[in-house]
């Protein structure tokens, strides 16, 4: 229900005293002021009275009363008011105390307050406005808690649109954005208040003196400082790109076939937006890597689940925190949510007395509830730990599977890591990284993870480093054939882990990608299952 709403039924039934939870206090005044006074939405229109600590109670004509200032004075002086009225205090939560002893004097007269307003043969409501929500248990039963809102993304659009028009008729601003841009600006700032929207949005247009796509950094920027006063999300610099991650054509192709599903144009066509992805498989095969680059692809912020920080705490903080975290992430949205190694997150155990099983259902209640932008990307690599519950339909759109890479995606990360780290010409020296030399690595990195060659690569680097000279092929080799990988010594589990994804899950890696020829069967460590892909074979 809509807050005007929902508040013109509140002030008709005669609700003595509200609760609003909120830092935008012009925002929610007006907004108040506007049902208040629309005879449509109330019947009675109501004059609005404003109190602040530093103004005392101030009259609908602005004059303030004296002596009004403290505020048993000023709630003295509202139950003296007879007309229809509605009477804004700002900022009076430091004298009801919330979990600590409040003042008396302050918590005894709303109470008297509530008893009056509710009998009166006017109609009077007291509305209290505060960044934080203090409630001493006397007043429970007396005062409603009403949600307000933050700003639509009409409303953030609106506040876009009115600094482009004051800025472009100046000159000294270029805009550069067309109607789809406008919309992924604001879209981008939801999650924030008007006033810091506005900020973000102006801190983008003095950035460089242009205001483009580019500048979408600036508002995310503004978001983590929403993210880190959370303390239970982490806000990640996303800096990696699909292109910096090897192989996996078909999670690459899925993913990119739903950058902007969020926006009105997918609206359009009917279209939900995505849920999110399980990606489970082989470990150091680019699982988490695909999380940050799914985010910096679709210039989205990425927020990192920590469930480790939710179970925190005394006896139900950590229901209490999985809620925060989840408000959190919908405050930000759109965004990516990665959640790294969720089955080690929602283990829990048996001595926990069930707190585990409630906050991992929590979690699965809202993923397959929510409504706002967050798309979630969960990666594990245990699948024996995966509740039955996270697998099935409608918790995320698909499960993929990530085996040991093929030949082609091997030579795709060797070209990646080398191409990362040979930018210094005294380092790479005479080394040509051709397709040549790429065939040969991916040949002797057979069964070698996406980590294990990277770390292949660091470790040539640390050979060569030790006597000041160029990189050369004989050291990527070396550190190759010192390497025992996991496809050895997990090999018993990796196969388990096929096995189990076979019938399961989608195949990350493209069809044909599989060099088939060549790797028949489960011919070596990295080899595929019989079906070739160590997953269902679905092309996207």
């Not at 006074?37 to 004296?66: E, F, I, Y």
């Not at 999650?191 to 580019?214: I, K, S, W």
């Not at 925060?324 to 990665?338: F, G, H, K, M, Y």
């Not at 054939?481 to 018993?492: C, I």
Request: aromatic share 6%; hydrophobic share 45%; glycine share 8%.
């Amino acid at each position: 229900m809509a807050f005007r709403d929902a508040l013109s039924q509140l002030l008709k039934a005669r609700f003595p005293i509200l609760y609003l939870e909120s830092f935008e206090e012009q925002r929610v005044i007006a907004e108040v002021s506007a049902v208040a006074h629309d005879a449509t939405l109330v019947r009675t229109p109501r004059a609005v009275w404003t109190w602040s600590l530093t103004t005392g109670l101030v009259q609908p004509d602005g004059t303030p009363r004296k002596s009004t200032t403290s505020p048993e004075d000023a709630l003295d002086a509202a139950l003296r008011v007879d007309q229809p009225s509605v009477l804004i205090f700002k900022d009076l939560h430091p004298a009801l105390g919330g979990d600590r002893p409040g003042t008396p004097g302050v918590v005894r007269r709303l109470r008297d307050l509530a008893a009056a307003f509710k009998s009166g043969p006017v109609p009077r409501t007291l509305v209290l406005i505060s960044p934080l929500l203090h409630l001493p248990p006397e007043l429970e039963k007396d005062v409603t808690i009403v949600d307000f809102p933050l700003p639509t993304e009409t409303e953030i659009r609106q506040v876009l649109d009115g600094i482009i028009a004051a800025n472009s008729a100046s000159g000294r601003i270029r805009m550069a954005l067309d109607d789809l841009g406008r919309e992924r600006f604001a879209k981008a700032a939801l999650g924030l208040t008007l006033h810091e929207a506005e900020n973000a949005f102006a801190r983008a247009m003095t950035n460089d003196g242009v205001l483009d796509g580019r500048d979408l950094a600036v508002v995310h920027e503004e978001k983590r400082q929403t993210v880190r006063k959370s303390g239970l999300l982490e806000f990640v610099d996303a800096t990696v790109d699909l292109a910096d991650v090897g192989g996996l054509e078909n999670l690459k192709r899925w993913l990119a076939k739903r950058d902007g599903s969020w926006l009105a144009e997918a609206a359009a066509y009917g279209l939900p937006a995505p849920r999110g992805v399980l990606i489970t498989g082989v470990p150091g095969c680019g699982k988490s890597l695909t999380a940050k680059a799914v985010a910096a692809a679709w210039g989205l912020p990425l927020l990192r689940l920590d469930i480790g920080r939710v179970f925190a705490g005394l006896v139900g903080s950590s229901e209490q925190n999985m809620r925060t975290a989840i408000r959190t992430a919908e405050a930000t949205a759109p965004c990516v949510l990665w959640v790294d190694e969720i089955e080690k997150g929602f283990a829990g155990g048996g001595g926990d007395s069930g707190t585990s099983a409630r906050v991992f259902g929590s979690f699965l209640t809202w993923m397959q509830e929510k409504t706002r932008s967050v798309f979630v990307i969960a990666t594990a690599n245990d699948f024996e730990g995966l509740p039955p519950e996270l697998l099935r339909k409608g918790r995320f759109d698909e499960i993929f599977f990530v085996d040991l890479p093929t030949r082609a995606e091997r030579t795709a990360i060797w070209r990646v890591h080398l191409a990362r780290r040979l930018r210094n010409p005294a380092v790479a020296g005479g080394l040509a990284v051709d397709d040549a030399l790429l065939n040969e690595l991916a040949g002797f990195s057979e069964g070698y993870s996406g980590a294990e060659i990277e770390q292949a690569v660091v470790g040539g680097l640390f050979d060569a480093f030790s006597e000041r000279r160029a990189l050369h092929r004989d050291d990527l080799l070396r550190a190759l054939a010192a390497m025992v990988p996991l496809s050895v010594t997990q090999a018993e589990r990796i196969n388990a882990v096929r096995s189990w994804a076979d019938t399961r899950a989608v195949a990350a890696t493209a069809a044909e990608d599989w060099d088939l020829a060549t790797r028949p069967g489960a011919a070596g460590p990295g080899a595929p299952s019989q079906r070739g892909q160590g997953g269902r074979a679905v092309e996207f």
